[in-house]
């Protein structure tokens, strides 16, 4: 039996330049230290039933960064909570921990990231560069890859960028779709054609994942009653 | 200083090596003295190395002193870090290195050298010991090279020659109780000690053995990586030393006696060091693991307690009941690896590793009715008294093991024999210590006569490089003015040079030119017998007598045996309360 839980964590100051790979392996290690045995997939290679929604770049910050986990056995959530906060590395801290009935990943439904992008400094025209990413209707930049240069269009899914009242910087949603996403730096890129300038970026920091609703199955159809097999 | 390092660190390859925070490390903020330790070479490579996890968790959970780590940064940061004039900093304060009180390196190989010069010069440490002052750091080394000390001497204020275990607890008191005093009088009151070398006041050092494994000093809560680095598992000690006498073995005549913890002391640290890592494999590590006495009820017991956890044995020995010991362990093993290192009887038989063809033939076929489909062996070629006829044995072990295989394995197809070649490079302290090495052309020789006559069929040959063990010949045997070679070559842009790709020959060939010799000169070097060596001034405990007759009977094709069963053959070593610890006898 498997007990399906979800876990918010931040990753934040240096931890943020842990990667992905590692990044799991550091939650996995904390789960298991905690005194609790995370389930095992089936097959040639048992691996450990553990994921995230969507990978940290390495050098971004995460606010608010979601882990889906399956346990053997039930664990008491405060417990849970406490023990896995204490193996956590310095810069990751867990935030939440509760079971989950959603019955796919959240790697297959995240629908919106948020991002802050904090600067040092904001030119005294920034705001018309903003205006300009604004009001564009495509964006189109080479992502240079190992596999081989795609273009991309980042307003498909970066549509506005606003700016943060106070304390310099920028936030803006992304929206993540099957065919792709737009990466912070491309952003950036784009906004620093437009100014005319580098823009050096202080801290790059993704505040949220949002995850589609799951469908609800369907509730029986009211006054028949379920179908239970053959008619004795 | 935090955010000039962030800085750096955003332009760099895989930056968590620098940032330390991991658990199991430790920041104190009381604390009489500020140690860092070093293995040098990159983080994940060196958070490996138990020397510094052993002295790290003797330093913080036993002392009032504070031990952090730094490991060498990879040539991107430190290019950056000399541009932006940023010191060398620690991993658990990010404060400069040479603001700490002692600093200490590990001598594992010498193909490190070169990287101690770059640490110590990243942070703003004079590099030799003369040129330092009161506000320095105390630099030391230790670990299994410091047996020889003197080609890297000039660089380090003390070696600590031994076991560290109750010579480390001895130098942080003199360091917490003299603080106030000069440099000069520190080291004077150093030189006192057993087991410490001080460049300063030239003595003869005896080497420190402790009498038996403390429980309470094994690392039960190692430093866990955040990021991917070899050996990534539960490591534990569960014997130093070893009783079977191969000659060419440096660590085999070094760590003598043998001392193994008592049976019921592997399990409960085993339990105890699962349970704070959440690692899913451990490893039970010793010079030849197979020989430990309890051996097999351990296995059994971990078995039973801990049925998920994968144990890992190194150092298998070569015969069929070892590799069912194997099967004690719950997992299921697809390779196995055994080291015969010579080809045929009459070389194992001269370099005493007891092994004959049929424990080979019959080990080889266990593995494969256990369900290996690969077998990995080593060997040495450039052993003393060697022929061309033990190369050919080389050849037939492998064939013969292939044939094996597609004989016992569950799959003709899927068997594949790994053959790994090393260049045999003569060390101190060992009967093998006045022979030279084979020089480039014999090596490249042999080299050429295995790549021809070995079959390719499910056969891979990996002929380790000649230079960079060329190198390690060199200085392995070295003496006081090689640290002048290794210091040219550090300028000339030598590091990293265990690794293939950093390696720069062309280098430690001005480095040696700059002394007047050559790299093969020096590695090809033989000493008369009653020659005095550039490490006598270093008391392994065994004599030199004993290194000479078994010299001797090597060049006869004697075999010494295993002193466990064996007759004592007087080696030196034990005395007073020093002996054979045995778990169960």
Same mark, same amino acid.
């Given at each position: 039996m498997n007990f399906n839980y979800q876990m918010r964590f931040s990753k934040t100051g240096r931890a943020r330049f842990i990667s992905h790979l590692d990044t799991l392996n550091c939650l996995m290690r904390a789960i298991r230290r905690s005194g609790f045995e995370l389930s095992f997939s089936q097959g040639m290679r048992p691996k450990p039933i553990l994921s995230l929604a969507m990978p940290l770049g390495v050098g971004v910050e995460g606010e608010d960064e979601i882990c889906d986990f399956s346990l053997q056995q039930r664990a008491p959530l405060t417990d849970l909570a406490k023990k896995i906060s204490r193996e956590l590395p310095q810069g990751m801290a867990l935030k939440s921990v509760g079971p989950c009935f959603d019955r796919s990943k959240s790697a297959s439904r995240v629908e919106f990231c948020g991002y802050r992008i904090e600067l040092a400094e904001i030119a005294a025209d920034f705001a018309s560069a903003l205006a300009k990413y604004n009001s564009a209707t495509e964006l189109v930049l080479l992502r240079r890859r190992p596999k081989g240069d795609k273009e991309v269009d980042i307003k498909k899914y970066v549509d506005e960028v606003h700016l943060i009242e106070e304390g310099g910087g920028i936030a803006f949603d992304m929206k993540v779709t099957p065919e792709g996403t737009a990466r912070p730096d491309e952003i950036i890129e784009a906004l620093a054609g437009f100014a005319g300038k580098e823009i050096k970026p202080a801290r790059i920091v993704r505040t949220e994942i949002r995850l589609k609703e799951e469908e609800q199955p369907k509730p029986p159809r009211p006054g028949r009653p379920p179908y239970r097999g053959r008619r004795r | 200083m935090e955010k000039r390092i962030e800085s750096l660190l955003e332009r760099v390859?895989? &930056?968590? !090596? /620098?940032i330390g925070g991991e658990v199991g490390s430790v920041v104190k903020q009381d604390y009489s003295l500020r140690v860092v330790l070093s293995y040098p070479d990159v983080y994940e490579i060196g958070t490996a190395n138990q020397a510094v996890q052993i002295i790290y968790s003797l330093i913080n959970l036993h002392s009032n002193a504070w031990a952090e780590r730094v490991y060498c940064p990879w040539p991107d940061l430190s290019a950056l870090m000399r541009e932006e004039s940023v010191p060398l900093f620690a %991993? #658990?304060?990010?404060?400069?290195?040479?603001?700490?009180d002692l600093w200490g390196f590990t001598l594992?190989? #010498?193909?490190t050298y070169t990287n101690i010069l770059e640490m110590l010069d990243l942070a703003g440490?004079?590099?030799?010991?003369? $040129?330092?002052? $009161?506000?320095?750091p105390l630099v030391f080394a230790g670990g299994p090279c410091a047996s020889n000390p003197h080609p890297v001497v000039?660089?380090? +204020?003390f070696i600590l020659v031994g076991d560290g275990e109750q010579a480390v607890p001895q130098v942080l008191k003199i360091c917490e109780e003299g603080k106030d005093l000069p440099r000069r009088q520190l080291l004077t009151q150093l030189a006192d000690l057993e087991g410490i070398f001080v460049p300063a006041f030239p003595r003869r050092v005896k080497r420190a053995v402790v009498s038996e494994l403390d429980y309470s000093l094994a690392p039960l809560r190692p430093v866990i990586p955040s990021m991917g680095a070899v050996h990534d598992r539960a490591t534990l000690e569960?014997?130093?030393? =070893?009783? !079977?006498?191969?000659?060419? =073995?440096m660590a085999g005549n070094w760590y003598r006696p043998v001392r193994e913890r008592p049976a019921g002391e592997v399990c409960r640290a085993i339990a105890d060091l699962v349970a704070g890592t959440g690692y899913d494999e451990a490893s039970l590590s010793s %010079?030849?693991?197979?020989? /430990?006495?309890?051996i097999q009820e351990t296995l059994t017991s971990l078995a039973e307690s801990l049925p998920r956890l994968t144990v890992s044995l190194p150092?298998?020995?070569?015969d069929p009941e070892a590799i069912r010991l194997l099967?004690?362990?719950s997992s299921r093993r697809s390779s196995i690896t055994l080291a015969p290192?010579?080809?045929s009887q009459r070389l194992r038989d001269a370099i005493n590793k007891q092994v004959s063809g049929k424990d080979i033939q019959q080990a080889i076929s266990e593995a494969f009715r256990c369900g290996c489909n690969t077998v990995k062996l080593y060997f040495m070629i450039g %052993? &003393?008294?060697?022929?061309e006829a033990d190369l050919q044995g080389i050849i037939d072990i492998a064939t013969a093991a292939r044939r094996i295989g597609r004989q016992e394995g569950e799959n003709a197809g899927r068997v594949q024999i790994n053959v790994s070649i090393a260049s045999f490079v003569p060390k101190a302290h060992? &009967?093998?210590?006045w022979g030279g090495m084979n020089g480039r052309e014999e090596l490249a020789a042999k080299h050429e006569f295995l790549r021809r006559n070995m079959p390719r069929k499910q056969i891979k040959l990996s002929l380790h490089e000649l230079e960079p063990s060329l190198v390690e010949g060199a200085i392995a045997?070295?003496?006081? #003015?090689?640290a002048v070679a290794i210091e040219t070559a550090w300028r000339a842009g030598s590091g990293f040079d265990a690794w293939t790709e950093k390696f720069s020959f062309t280098a430690w060939e001005t480095g040696f030119a700059a002394i007047g010799s050559s790299i093969e000169q020096e590695a090809i070097r033989t000493f008369p017998v009653d020659a005095e060596l &550039?490490?006598?001034?270093? +008391?392994?405990?065994?004599?030199k007598e004993f290194l000479l007759e078994e010299k001797e009977r090597a060049d006869r094709g004697e075999v010494t045996l295993d002193c466990r069963q064996g007759p004592?053959?007087? =080696?030196?070593?034990?005395e007073g309360d020093i002996e054979m610890r045995i778990a169960k006898p």
């Open positions: - | 390859e895989k &930056p968590a !090596r /620098y %991993l #658990e304060s990010w404060e400069p290195v040479s603001g700490a594992q190989h #010498e193909l440490v004079p590099l030799h010991w003369q $040129d330092r002052g $009161d506000g320095d000039a660089f380090f +204020d569960i014997m130093r030393g =070893c009783t !079977r006498g191969c000659r060419f =073995c %010079l030849s693991t197979t020989d /430990y006495s309890c150092s298998l020995r070569v099967g004690l362990t290192e010579a080809g %052993l &003393p008294t060697e022929t060992t &009967p093998f210590q045997r070295g003496r006081d #003015e090689t &550039p490490w006598d001034d270093i +008391d392994s405990r065994v004599s004592c053959e007087n =080696c030196g070593v034990c």
